[in-house]
């Protein structure tokens, strides 16, 4: 099994940032991918932005592309979300994903981002 837990969200004026945090802990050693993604009121949940485990490579919602920027430290099993120039659209709560090599896919708990003045 693995667990996800996300930290970091909170309330945010526009045109600021925040650092989102996803610590894995488990069967971390299953986990080829993670990534973010968030659900606004009324809305489906969308995919922010991903990254391969192994090597780095990453993926970006268009809506965040050149604001977001996704990483990870693979010795503390932890992915992260820097989050620049933030919008009220942007608020959501963010939820962290982590994909294994076999069975279904993990969800933490979510985290609050709230973009207002």
């Known amino acids: 099994q693995v667990q996800l837990v996300e930290s970091g969200g909170g309330l945010v004026q526009p045109g600021g940032s925040l650092s989102l945090t996803c610590a894995a802990s488990g069967s971390i050693f299953s986990i080829s991918s993670m990534g973010w993604y968030r659900q606004a009121p009324g809305k489906q949940r969308e995919l922010v932005a991903e990254i391969i485990i192994s090597g780095g490579s990453t993926n970006y919602a268009d809506s965040v592309k050149g604001r977001f920027t996704i990483s990870r430290d693979n010795a503390k099993s932890t992915v992260y979300l820097q989050m620049n120039s933030l919008k009220p659209e942007d608020t959501a709560v963010y939820y962290c994903?982590?994909?294994?090599?076999?069975?279904?896919?993990?969800w933490g708990q979510g985290t609050q981002v709230t973009v207002s003045s």
């Open positions: 994903k982590a994909i294994v090599r076999v069975g279904y896919p993990y």
